[in-house]
């Protein structure tokens, strides 16, 4: 499972031009899923996300964290974090968890941030979306369950 996180100060995704899911401050979630991705690493992911302190308190040192600020949560399902990019010019995506897996363990993503964080905004699975930000900072974070949590 991968997730880039970026800090922002709002994000909205959009289909067809309808908004679909807006946030203000807080992190926008674009989340991959491979083979071998199961609830458990979704789990750990989603309490490492919440357990992050990546926004700067009032002296300006990156010490607090999302629940400090009050922050919202806007999570994309972003399956091109596998892609393959070492051979050729255009990606591969061999690595990418079938659809209908990877949907199943992203609706329990964001089920377990609504669980234990609150409200969370969302695109749709496998739509074509738009998604506007403004980053905060900018402030971006690659999060990988393999190096995070090796077997």
């Known amino acids: 499972m991968r997730v880039v996180l970026t800090t ?3 994000a909205d995704v959009k289909i067809d031009g309808k908004v679909v899911g807006a946030i203000k401050r807080g992190y926008l979630l674009l989340v991959g899923f491979t083979e071998g ?7 750990k992911m989603v309490d490492k ?3 992050l302190r990546v926004f700067p308190d009032e002296h300006g040192q990156i ?11 806007l999570s994309i399902s972003q ?4 892609g393959d990019v070492r051979k050729g010019r ?3 995506f061999t690595d990418v968890l079938r ?5 199943l363990l992203y609706d329990y993503f964001n089920l377990l941030i609504e669980q234990k964080h609150g409200s969370v905004s969302t695109g749709v699975f496998g739509a074509d ?23």
């Not at 991705?37 to 789990?43: F, H, N, P, Q």
């Open 8 to 10: 922002v100060n709002h």
């Open 37 to 43: 991705d199961d609830k458990a690493i979704v789990e």
């Open 49 to 51: 996300i919440l357990a």
């Open 63 to 73: 010490n607090i964290s999302l629940n400090d600020v009050n922050g919202d949560i």
């Open 79 to 82: 399956f091109t974090l596998y």
């Open 90 to 92: 255009r990606p591969s």
């Open 99 to 103: 659809p209908h897996d990877a949907e």
């Open 129 to 151: 979306m738009k998604v506007t930000s403004e980053n905060d900072g900018p402030f971006t974070l690659t999060l990988d369950s393999k190096e995070l949590f090796p077997l």
